[in-house]
C-alpha cells in the first residue's frame, strides 16, 4: 500500500461504504486530488464476486479521468485481444460458426482479466489506514444542522464524515437510507453457471480463432460468454440461463449446481457452445443476475449522502458495462467534490456558517443530474439485451438482421460514450448552481 495524503490538505472527509472496485477506485481518485477519505468494509478483507471482467472504451476514458493509476492497474493484469474484435455468434443455428456481428473494439479495446487481480492491483495504490474491515453498516444519521453525517455499524461503533457514499452493491444499505426498501434489486429469472478453462484445453478444442478473443453465443433461452484472462492462461465462461422458478436464496446470489445442470440447459445449442459447457469443471454454482428494472431508485442522493454504482443502477450483465458506468460515477463525483473541498479550504474557519454542508448537497445534486437517466438506461438496455440474446423478444426472436442493429446501437450508446462531454456537462450545471446560491 501508498502513503497518506499529507496532512491538512483535505478540508472534507469522505465515507466510503464498500470496498470492491467501485469503492476502491472511486477512494484513488478522492484521495488524488487530496480529499480525505475512509473505506468502510464489512467483510474482514477485500473480495470481488465472480471470474472475469472486462471494461469498454468508455471505463478506459473514465478511468483516467479519475485517477490514472487505475487505468494503469488494469492494463497491468488485463490480456490482450489476440484480435480486436467482438464476435457474436449464432450459438443455436446448426451452421456451427455462423457469425451474427462484429464490432471492432479498436487497438487493445474491451480487454479482460480476473477481478481478483485487478482488485489486487488497486489495492497497491491504497494508502496504510484508508481502509477499516469488518464495519457493517447499521444505520446513517444525516439531520439539518448536524456537522457531520453519523455512521453507525453493527458491532456498536460509529464514525463521522462530511460525505457518505454507497458503494456497497446490490443489497445496498446506504441505499435504503437514501430511497427506502422499496427500490432494491430483484431477481430477474437467469443465472449464471461460470467457470475458467485451462487454454490449453480450449485451444485444442476450439482453435485459436475461439479463444483469443471475446465471443459471444445466442440461442434459445440462453447465452454464453467467452474471453480470455489471467495472461491467456485461462479462458472465462459465464452461460446465462433463463429460470422459470423462483431464486431458492433470498440471502445468496450463489447456489449450487453441476455441469450436468449446465449441459442439459445447453442441449439446444449447437457444437461449439456444447464443447464449451462439457469443458466446465463438474461442480459448479450458479449465480443469480439481480438488477433495478422493476424498482428503479427515483433519486441516488439524500441530503449528504450519495449512492454509486450497483448501490444505485445495478444492472444485468449482459452488456459488460456495470462496472465502467460505476467508474463514470466515481469521475463525476470526485470532480465536484474537489471543488467543494478546494473552495471550502479557501474559506476562513469563523466564516464557516454551514456552507460547507449547502456546497455538498449542491454537489451531489448536480452528481445526480448528470448521472441518473444515463445510468436507469443501462439497467433498461441490458435486462433488453439479455432476453433478445436468449431470443425471447417477440419483434427480433432469432432474425440474424434485427440482433445485429440492437446489439450494434446499443453498444455504441455505451462505448463511445464521451467522458469528457460528461465532464464538461458536470461543470456548467455546477458552477449554475453555485450562482443560484451566491457562492461562485
Known amino acids: 500500500m501508498g502513503s497518506l495524503p499529507e496532512s491538512g490538505t483535505s478540508s472534507l472527509d469522505v465515507a466510503i461504504v464498500g470496498g470492491g472496485i467501485a469503492g476502491l477506485t472511486l477512494a484513488l481518485g478522492l484521495l488524488s486530488r487530496g480529499i480525505k477519505t475512509t473505506i468502510y468494509e464489512r467483510g474482514r478483507s477485500f473480495r470481488e464476486i465472480g471470474a472475469g471482467i472486462g471494461f469498454t472504451p468508455n471505463a478506459e476514458w473514465a478511468m483516467k479521468v479519475l485517477d490514472p493509476r487505475i487505468h494503469a492497474a488494469f492494463?497491468?493484469?488485463?490480456?490482450?485481444?489476440?484480435?480486436?474484435?467482438?464476435i457474436w455468434m449464432n450459438g443455436g443455428s446448426e451452421e456451427d460458426g455462423a457469425v451474427l456481428h462484429k464490432m471492432y473494439l479498436g487497438e487493445r479495446g474491451f480487454e479482460g482479466c480476473a477481478r481478483a487481480e485487478f482488485l489486487d492491483e488497486l489495492v497497491k495504490s491504497m494508502p496504510e489506514g484508508?481502509?477499516?474491515?469488518?464495519?457493517?453498516?447499521?444505520?446513517?444519521?444525516?439531520?439539518?444542522?448536524?456537522?457531520?453525517?453519523?455512521?453507525?455499524?453493527?458491532?456498536?461503533?460509529?464514525?463521522?464524515?462530511?460525505?457518505?457514499?454507497?458503494?456497497?452493491?446490490?443489497r445496498s444499505r446506504v441505499k435504503q437510507f437514501v430511497v427506502g426498501e422499496h427500490f432494491q434489486a430483484t431477481y430477474t429469472h437467469k443465472y449464471a453457471f461460470r467457470g475458467l478453462i485451462p487454454m490449453e484445453t480450449a485451444y485444442a478444442r476450439l482453435g485459436q480463432d475461439k479463444t483469443d478473443t471475446r465471443h459471444m453465443y445466442l440461442g434459445p433461452d440462453g447465452h454464453a460468454l467467452t474471453f480470455p484472462v489471467a495472461g491467456g492462461k485461462l479462458l472465462n465462461v459465464v452461460a446465462f440461463v433463463t429460470d422459470p422458478d423462483e431464486w431458492p436464496l433470498p440471502e445468496k446470489f450463489t447456489a449450487p449446481a453441476s455441469k450436468t445442470d449446465a449441459v442439459k440447459a445447453f442441449?439446444?445449442?449447437?457444437p461449439t457452445v456444447r464443447a464449451i459447457i462439457d469443458m466446465l469443471p463438474d461442480e459448479l454454482n450458479k449465480w443469480a443476475v439481480f438488477d433495478t428494472y422493476d424498482h428503479p431508485a427515483p433519486t441516488f442522493i439524500k441530503g449528504r449522502v450519495c449512492i454509486s454504482g450497483d448501490a444505485a443502477h445495478a444492472a444485468a450483465p449482459y452488456h459488460g458495462a456495470g462496472a465502467?458506468?460505476?467508474?463514470?460515477?466515481?469521475?463525476?463525483?470526485?470532480?465536484?467534490?474537489?471543488?467543494?473541498?478546494?473552495?471550502?479550504?479557501?474559506?476562513?474557519?469563523?466564516?464557516?456558517?454551514?456552507?460547507?454542508a449547502l456546497l455538498i448537497r449542491k454537489a451531489l445534486e448536480a452528481y445526480n443530474a448528470v448521472r441518473l437517466e444515463r445510468a436507469h438506461w443501462l439497467v433498461q438496455t441490458s435486462r433488453y439485451i439479455g432476453d433478445m440474446y436468449e431470443w425471447q423478444d417477440p419483434i427480433v426472436g432469432s432474425d440474424p438482421k434485427k440482433c445485429a442493429d440492437e446489439i450494434d446501437w446499443r453498444c455504441r450508446k455505451i462505448w463511445h460514450y464521451d467522458i469528457d462531454a460528461m465532464m464538461k456537462e458536470t461543470k456548467e450545471y455546477f458552477t449554475k448552481q453555485l450562482e443560484a446560491t451566491g457562492s461562485s
Open 75 to 86: 492494463k497491468q493484469v488485463t490480456v490482450q485481444n489476440g484480435t480486436d474484435w467482438f
Open 130 to 170: 484508508t481502509v477499516q474491515f469488518s464495519k457493517n453498516l447499521a444505520g446513517i444519521v444525516d439531520e439539518e444542522g448536524q456537522d457531520k453525517v453519523v455512521l453507525k455499524f453493527a458491532d456498536g461503533s460509529s464514525a463521522e464524515a462530511d460525505v457518505v457514499i454507497g458503494c456497497d452493491g446490490i
Open 267 to 270: 442441449a439446444r445449442f449447437n
Open 324 to 356: 465502467g458506468f460505476a467508474i463514470e460515477d466515481g469521475a463525476v463525483l470526485a470532480y465536484l467534490l474537489s471543488v467543494v473541498n478546494d473552495r471550502d479550504k479557501a474559506l476562513p474557519a469563523e466564516e464557516d456558517d454551514g456552507s460547507k
